[in-house]
């Protein structure tokens, strides 16, 4: 079975559909989603549609879960005035954590807290860094499954704990910060012999074409990041 893993879209379209051709060309069998869907300046009904489109297992991020909050942010005030009513009853139906074939277990953040990052601590500035192993083994604690898959922080990352359980974040579909690169991001596994493996792949697509409909749509503060992938988050969102 080859499974590929995306999150964090944020609304990006292009670097989506960049994303998606990749994958059909590694010949996936299935797609699964780890949230913040549509919230970025960009085509947040373009992203839902394609998103819709696929039909595969997703789980919400907080961005997803904010759009419906008494105070969203400017940028998810943005992403829901561009879905359609279809847009916006997807996403809120979406859960906080799935579970694919009893073995690959999905959530945004943490199994507990779609804020919390997993595997890297926030930014300090331009530094993350991996928590020790056992901060990171009890975020999977009762968590019986071979693959525990995250998304969150924008940071491609994959770890074994010492139980051999594989836990992997794909990084970001639509927005790379303090990478160097404005590549996306996703992740393919691959179970052979009842063994999962993983390869964290990196995408190019029309990222100047990203930046420019972030700044068409009011969001210039966007255009760098977009465009290069060295900035950290603040002031996005």
Known sequence: M??????????????????????????????????????GPLDPAGAAEMLMGLGCVAVAGNHDRWIFGDTPDLIDRFAVSRLSPAHQLWLSGLPATQVLDGEVFLCHGTPTSDEMPWLDNFYTGRRTELPDEATVAAHADGLDFPVLLCGHTHIARCVRLKDGRLIVNPGAVGLQVIIGSPDARYALLDRREGQWSVSLRTVPYDHAGAADQAARNGFAQWRDVLMHGWDGPEGLF
């Open 2 to 39: 080859r499974l590929a893993v995306i999150s964090d879209i944020h609304g990006n379209s292009l670097a989506l559909a960049a994303v998606l051709a990749d994958i059909r060309a590694e010949g996936a069998d299935a797609i699964v989603c780890l949230g913040d869907n549509v919230s």
